[in-house]
Each structure stands twice: as C-alpha cells, then as structure tokens.
C-alpha cells in the first residue's frame, strides 16, 4: 500500500491561497482531495485521474481549487485560492483504483493536514 504524506497546511485570512502537496512513496492511480471540519463527515473535495486529463470538484470549490499532479515526482497538489471560512477543516490526500467522490473508493490515505480561514 502507498504511504501519502500531505503539508502545505496552515492559517490564512479570509480570500487569501494556499497549496498542499502530497508525497505518495510510489506509484499511484486515481488520486484525490478530502477534508473534514470538527463535528463533521469526511467530504469530497476534488480528484484527478492517473494522467491529469481528467478532473472532478466539489460545487463549494470549483472555479476556487485546481487538483494538479506531477507523476515524475510522484507528487499531488491542491491550490486553494479566495479561501473562505467555511473551508476550514483537515485536508487528507487520498489514492485508489477507483475514480469518484466516496471516501470507500480510495484505498491509501495521508494523516492530514490543518487548514485554518480566519475571517
């Protein structure tokens, strides 16, 4: 099984970017983005196919975060721009055989790491 270590994480204010990255120790296939807030249920946030041509986003990011990936370096990124509160939460990097927006899909998964919007 891949070992996925994302960073990247942080705080920032209201509008501004930030981008994570995710080290996979090998080759991966479908690859994507969740995050969970306090009290909360993992959710969907983006994904991105093993050559990078093809993309999916949640409603609440889409034209705000690009799901980007560099197989050379084995390496997955996620640039968030005009974050907003509500985008607070822990993003996990996942990776899987199977494409789509549930968590069960994806069988490798990073620890997390904290983003923080303050208003």
């Known amino acids: 099984q891949v070992q996925l270590v994302e960073s990247g994480g942080g705080l920032v204010q209201a509008g501004g970017s930030l981008r994570l990255s995710c080290s996979a120790s090998?080759?991966?296939?479908?690859m994507g983005w969740f995050r969970q807030a306090p009290g909360k249920e993992r959710e969907f946030v983006a994904n991105?196919?093993?050559?990078?041509?093809?993309?999916d986003y949640a409603d609440s990011v889409k034209g705000r975060f690009t799901i980007s990936r560099d197989n050379a370096k084995n390496t997955l990124y996620l640039q968030m721009n005009s974050l907003k509160p509500e985008d607070t939460a822990v993003y996990y990097c996942?990776?899987?055989?199977?494409?789509?927006?549930?968590?069960?899909?994806?069988?490798?998964w990073g620890q997390g790491t904290q983003v923080t919007v303050s208003s």
């Open positions: 090998g080759r991966t296939f479908n």
């Open positions: 996942a990776a899987g055989w199977v494409a789509g927006q549930d968590p069960s899909g994806f069988g490798s």
């Open positions: 991105i196919n093993w050559s990078g041509d093809r993309t």
